[in-house]
């Protein structure tokens, strides 16, 4: 099965697909490992990675290069959060060109203006007219080459206070456009709208949530109230924040590596990560081709 019909196929099948943002080859590998469906190659982290706000501030190739890397160390399919595509419709129309050839699964692309602004910042949440959103759309989805690739369609008009029916209207021209999922996004501590929007879209389009805000809900019951994939969208991010900063400030403090010994990974454990098992295997089993060439 390629990359881009198990993303399909997770989003169109009834239980939810469990996605995770990852900023890293490394990370990704243990979002897989760990059992995770499918790999958001997040803007917030792989921006956070950077060292600089998730606003636009990296390029599209920066920002496919990352994902790219990603795709690469997993065989787990990568959603690759796309911001609001870089530009214009051609721009959306360079980038899945690019993203597709890259062995990426899919592509999101948020109904905000350019450069957009993390959901969660105070500042401008503006919306993108629908028409130039739509035609966003439409475009991506004839870029394509692979039928199968997938692109998502994030409506922010809940971010932005649009308000509710906004989001419903704009859900069903995204629909129409012939996006394959659609990212409903709320900032809300309670699910409360983000249930009343699943309540009211009558359209056929699976409906992806990010829990970020509103994170008491479970994966079961978004899949009972019929959502097709959660996004934990940056949550070993910060659990890797909290990590480092309690080994880093423990070595300064006590002048010795000896007390985070218990805290941190084996080298063995890194070595497993990065494959060098693997290479060194291949290395042995190379040679001993070589050899058996050589002797005859
Ligand atoms: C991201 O992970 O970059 C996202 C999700 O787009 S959010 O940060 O909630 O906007
Ligand atoms: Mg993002």
Same mark, same amino acid.
């Given at each position: 099965?390629?990359?881009?019909?198990?993303?399909?196929?997770?989003?169109?099948?009834?239980?939810?697909?469990?996605?995770?943002?990852?900023?890293?080859?490394?990370?990704?590998?243990?979002?897989?490992?760990?059992?995770?469906?499918?790999?958001?190659?997040?803007?917030?982290?792989?921006?956070?990675?950077?060292?600089?706000?998730?606003?636009?501030?990296?390029?599209?190739?920066?920002?496919?290069?990352?994902?790219?890397?990603i795709a690469n160390?997993?065989? /787990?399919?990568?959603?690759?959060?796309? !911001?609001?595509?870089?530009?214009?419709?051609?721009?959306?129309?360079?980038?899945?060109?690019?993203?597709?050839?890259?062995?990426?699964?899919?592509?999101?692309?948020?109904?905000k203006q350019y450069?957009?602004?993390?959901?969660?910042?105070?500042?401008?949440?503006?919306?993108?007219?629908?028409?130039?959103?739509?035609?966003?759309?439409?475009?991506?989805?004839?870029?394509?080459?692979?039928?199968?690739?997938?692109?998502?369609?994030?409506?922010?008009?809940?971010?932005?206070g649009a308000g509710?029916?906004?989001?419903?209207?704009?859900?069903?021209?995204?629909?129409?456009?012939?996006?394959?999922?659609?990212?409903?996004?709320?900032?809300?501590?309670?699910?409360?709208?983000?249930?009343?929007?699943? !309540?009211?879209?009558? *359209?056929?389009?699976?409906?992806?949530?990010?829990?970020?805000?509103?994170?008491?809900?479970?994966?079961?019951?978004?899949?009972?109230? *019929?959502?097709?994939? /959660?996004?934990?969208?940056?949550?070993?991010?910060?659990?890797?924040?909290?990590?480092?900063?309690?080994?880093?400030?423990?070595?300064?403090?006590?002048?010795?590596?000896?007390?985070?010994?218990?805290?941190?990974?084996?080298?063995?454990?890194?070595?497993?990560?990065? *494959?060098?098992?693997?290479?060194?295997?291949?290395?042995?089993?190379?040679?001993?081709?070589? !050899?058996?060439?050589?002797?005859?």
């Amino acid at each position: 099965m390629t990359v881009t019909s198990a993303l399909r196929h997770l989003l169109n099948s009834s239980s939810v697909a469990r996605i995770v943002g990852a900023h890293s080859p490394l990370s990704a590998r243990l979002a897989a490992e760990a059992g995770f469906e499918a790999i958001w190659a997040s803007g917030l982290e792989i921006s956070a990675l950077a060292g600089v706000p998730d606003a636009n501030i990296l390029s599209m190739s920066q920002s496919l290069q990352a994902a790219a890397d990603i795709a690469n160390a997993v065989d /787990v399919p990568v959603l690759a959060d796309c !911001d609001s595509g870089f530009g214009s419709v051609n721009n959306v129309i360079d980038m899945v060109h690019r993203y597709e050839k890259a062995g990426i699964a899919g592509v999101c692309i948020e109904d905000k203006q350019y450069p957009k602004l993390n959901s969660f910042v105070e500042g401008n949440q503006d919306l993108a007219p629908l028409h130039d959103f739509v035609a966003k759309i439409i475009a991506a989805t004839h870029a394509r080459q692979d039928p199968d690739f997938i692109i998502v369609a994030r409506i922010e008009a809940l971010i932005s206070g649009a308000g509710l029916d906004e989001a419903l209207r704009r859900a069903d021209a995204y629909t129409e456009a012939g996006a394959d999922a659609l990212l409903i996004h709320s900032k809300k501590s309670s699910p409360d709208e983000i249930y009343a929007f699943r !309540d009211r879209y009558s *359209g056929k389009a699976p409906l992806i949530v990010v829990p970020t805000t509103y994170n008491t809900v479970t994966a079961a019951e978004l899949e009972e109230r *019929g959502f097709s994939a /959660v996004i934990y969208a940056n949550h070993a991010m910060r659990g890797s924040i909290v990590a480092m900063q309690r080994v880093l400030e423990q070595i300064i403090d006590d002048g010795t590596t000896r007390n985070v010994e218990d805290q941190i990974a084996p080298l063995s454990r890194v070595f497993e990560l990065q *494959g060098m098992g693997e290479m060194l295997s291949k290395q042995a089993h190379f040679e001993k081709l070589a !050899d058996a060439q050589l002797a005859q």
